[in-house]
């Protein structure tokens, strides 16, 4: 009895020492030499400030201000609405909006009210931002990823279809062109996954930023 304890007491340490500590020291320093980007979560900094990561979503928007008082929820969060100078993600399911600590899909079946309700909404939302700058959009025009949210919810890159759309409305808030819009939306688009996994993506921070660059942030 004594000896079986003592037994599995070493082994205990042993396991806790080599699959607690060590491994995953190894495996961390492995990440930072070979890959220190991706290990360190592909952050985005601008003069010296994080501004935003490559892999995570984030909402490029104004908080509303009603008779000069900013407007929160019943949760406390802001009510914000999108700023039309910047280009925006796809809907986000987490709760603010594109919360990287709670990363969550909805787990509702397509045919669930709630799921057809909220794609209803984001429609909406989208055509009442778009639809000014590009008449020709419609319901059925309106791209998936702006309709429905991603299964991160915190989905970094848009579609380029999307992409496209609210190229109209960047070009005509910041005095662009389309197609100098047009160009940026190539540079900053990435190819499927491996080559081969999943679809094009424009990645919506990078192409923000590129905006930022060009027109000093107007």
Known sequence: MKKDVITSAIGIVVLTLLLGIIYPLF?????????????NGQKVYVGGKLVGSKTIGQQFALQVVKNGKPQVDKNGNPVTTPDPKYFQTRPS???????AAA???????????????AIASNIQ??????????????????PVDAADTSASGIDPDISIANADIQAHRIAAVRHLSLSRVDQLISKYTH??????SGEP?????????????????H
């Open 27 to 39: 495996i961390t320093g492995v990440s930072q030499v070979a890959f220190p980007g991706n290990a």
């Open 93 to 99: 399911a987490t709760i603010p909006p594109d919360n």
């Open 103 to 117: 990363t969550a899909f909805s787990n509702l079946g397509p045919n669930s009210i709630a799921t057809e309700q």
């Open 125 to 142: 939302a989208y055509l009442a931002l778009e639809k000014p700058y590009d008449p020709t959009l419609t319901k059925g025009t309106v």
């Open 191 to 196: 190819g499927r996954g491996l080559g081969f």
């Open 201 to 217: 993506g424009v990645n919506v921070l990078q192409l923000n930023l590129a905006l930022d660059r060009l027109t000093g942030g």
